[in-house]
């Protein structure tokens, strides 16, 4: 019944945009802190970003160096991450979840999330 569906994935040269979504149903959207994960094969699944209920409070992984924003629209049930000046080293499968009460503590915890997206897929050539 809970659906997580990422969209906005694609290949890019280094230096480009992307703007990913995440479109929410099943569940009241507005009640849940949300992430952005990324997984490349090989590697642990890695934290990119996180916003709390609140939309102007985010965290981000140092690995992101100020490149993307996370940001939510509650009255579309999305979640975005719009990622500037993408390098080969952003290349993975990105994930949103939704969290539960944990999630307010540690933003970056893999296991405080429930509900999970299948993925969109982020490739930036050389």
């Known amino acids: 019944q809970e659906q997580l569906v990422e969209s906005g994935g694609g290949t890019v040269q280094t230096g480009g945009s992307l703007r990913l979504s995440c479109v929410v149903s099943?569940?009241?959207?507005?009640?849940?802190?949300m992430v952005w994960f990324r997984q490349t094969p090989g590697k642990e699944r890695e934290f990119v970003a996180a916003?709390?209920?609140?939309?102007?409070?985010?965290s981000y992984a140092d690995s992101t160096e100020g490149r993307f924003n996370v940001s939510r629209d509650n009255a579309k049930n999305t979640l975005y991450l719009q990622i500037h000046s993408l390098k080969p080293e952003d290349t993975g499968l990105y994930y949103c979840?939704?969290?539960?009460?944990?999630?307010?503590?540690?933003?970056?915890?893999?296991?405080?999330?429930?509900?999970w997206g299948q993925g969109t897929r982020v490739t930036v050539s050389s």
């Open positions: 979840a939704a969290g539960i009460g944990l999630a307010i503590i540690n933003p970056a915890l893999q296991s405080a999330y429930k509900y």
């Open positions: 099943g569940i009241t959207f507005s009640n849940y802190p």
């Open positions: 916003i709390s209920l609140r939309p102007g409070s985010t």
